[in-house]
């Protein structure tokens, strides 16, 4: 199976600033690819390159083995679902659902009969007749979603379909998209900021950053094996502890902070012995220690100094020492108080050290996701 997008060196500039720095990246057919980072991290302009609203200046756009870079947007057959829906308010449903192939002049009867099946694909049967206004958001990013299937293209592309949704729509038109793709096989690329929409509709994700991907890979690598503290810090909101590697490993190294010790899986890039690093901390693999620590887990010390009820379950904010502290997810079948003194158990195979030059920032408290 070959690629059927090809991005080649890519660059894109806007004056000064490079939003596109020599990216390269290739989707094959069928699959979904997602483009994740913050807001100016380069995944629009990367789209827009492909949907040839852009122009790179330099490299090239290859599309099932066709180079268009300096091909029109119209003559690429590629589908786009927008953020905004763009749907022409003076139209009906399945008028909106039939302009790409009014636009590329099929007969009126074929129009409306393509249109109204690609409406039954998403699931609006019998709306056609409507105006956009009379639609909910999520109705009206279903037609969105139909308008670019409509006409069978090659590729979709996706640019944040579902920011503007509310958490409930949000999932539901996550499973339309990749319930969609499973029946008709399109290519895709997906660009958005928000990680659960990356890690569950993605057959693989580029995690970008000034216009550069750090690392692309399926979700459960991207997620439990980051190669760049940048994406180890990124993606699921980790613990962090600063400090003193102390000990190295074939397989791990041991990271010393404030008199506290914690074993991290060994990567070729990871700390010297007398280096200063940072280790990453995945939220799931830490526990209230009960017993005695397997081999494969760290014990620290931590206070309770905060809790916060969230429904299904009670997220905790403990603190290790004055300068460091870190959350922590329960089931309300265990309860902590405010000042309750803790051992926590921080299991290896969820921890990655690297050399602090390496890191996202020089602070030690623990860092969060990257905002949109």
Known sequence: MGAMIELVDVVKRYGDVVACNRLNLAVDQGELVTLLGASGCGKTTALRCITGS??????????????VTDVPTHKRNIGVVFQNFALFPHLTVVDNVGY????????????RERAIEALRLVRLDGLGGRFPRELSGGQQQRVGLARAIVYEPTVILFDEPLSNLDAKLRLEMREEIASLKDRLGFTSIYVTHDQE???????????????????????????????????????????????????????????????????????????????????????????????????????LRATVVRSAFLGDSTEYILSLSDSVSWHLRLEHTTRLTVGEAVDLSALRAGCRAFALGESADDGTHRGASAEA
């Open 54 to 67: 852009l122009r790179p200046d330099g490299g090239r756009i290859i599309i099932d083995g066709r180079d």
């Open 100 to 111: 790409p192939l009014r636009v590329r002049g099929v007969r009126s009867a074929e129009r």
């Open 197 to 299: 929409e990356a890690l569950s509709l993605s057959d693989r994700i580029a995690v970008m950053k000034d216009g550069v991907v750090h690392q692309v890979g399926r979700p459960t690598e991207i997620y439990g094996a980051p190669k760049t503290a940048f994406v180890a810090e990124f993606l699921g909101n980790p613990n962090r502890l600063t400090g003193v590697c102390v000990e190295r490993t074939e397989d791990q190294v041991v990271v010393e902070a404030d008199g506290q010790r914690i074993a991290a899986i060994a990567e070729s890039d990871t700390p010297k012995v007398g280096e200063r690093a940072v280790v990453y901390v995945r939220p799931e693999s830490v526990r209230i220690r009960n017993g005695t620590a397997s081999a494969d887990e760290s014990t």
